[in-house]
């Protein structure tokens, strides 16, 4: 049994590409695409679930990482591209987190829904003089 595991990993190892597809180089980087996949559609939610220390803790993580990816040898240049994504979705997050809780983001929003309840409470009104108006009329 020891001799057949030994001889399927002489086939894998002996061809460049899947060598590289069975290896930690390969499947690190992969697995841990996760995070700035998750940060990315992030950006999609409302800017009052960001955390600020994580976002700041993330930032500093994938900067780190980014500069290790390039230090090893050989370069994992698909870990520096993982860590890369991620950088760059956790800077967009901290720009949206400032935005909102330290740059008036919050109280254009408040002001927005505000502005909105007003305008459909308007309309409801419009809508209700309009109806009694017909009422009036037709009688």
Same mark, same amino acid.
């Given at each position: 049994?020891?001799?057949?595991?030994?001889?399927?990993?002489?086939?894998?190892?002996?061809?460049?590409?899947?060598?590289?597809?069975?290896?930690t180089h390969f499947w690190g980087?992969?697995?841990?695409?996760?995070?700035?996949?998750?940060?990315?559609?992030?950006?999609?939610?409302?800017?009052?679930?960001?955390? /600020?220390?994580?976002?700041?803790?993330?930032?500093?993580?994938?900067?780190?990482?980014?500069?290790? %990816?390039? @230090? &090893?040898?050989? +370069?994992?240049?698909?870990?520096?591209?993982?860590?890369?994504?991620?950088?760059?979705?956790?800077?967009?997050?901290?720009?949206?987190?400032?935005?909102y809780n330290y740059w008036g /983001?919050?109280?254009?929003?408040?002001?927005?829904?505000?502005?909105?309840?007003?305008?459909?409470? %308007?309309? @409801? &009104?419009?809508? +209700?003089?309009?109806?009694?108006?017909?009422?009036?009329?037709?009688?």
């Amino acid at each position: 049994m020891a001799a057949l595991v030994k001889a399927i990993n002489a086939k894998i190892r002996s061809n460049p590409v899947s060598d590289y597809v069975c290896s930690t180089h390969f499947w690190g980087p992969v697995s841990n695409f996760g995070i700035p996949l998750a940060a990315v559609m992030d950006t999609q939610k409302s800017p009052d679930l960001i955390s /600020g220390q994580m976002t700041g803790a993330l930032c500093i993580y994938s900067a780190t990482f980014m500069r290790y %990816a390039l @230090a &090893v040898q050989p +370069k994992n240049y698909l870990l520096f591209a993982c860590h890369f994504v991620n950088e760059g979705a956790q800077l967009t997050q901290g720009y949206r987190y400032m935005q909102y809780n330290y740059w008036g /983001g919050k109280e254009a929003s408040v002001t927005k829904e505000a502005f909105e309840g007003v305008q459909k409470t %308007a309309e @409801a &009104v419009e809508a +209700k003089v309009e109806s009694k108006v017909k009422q009036a009329v037709g009688k």
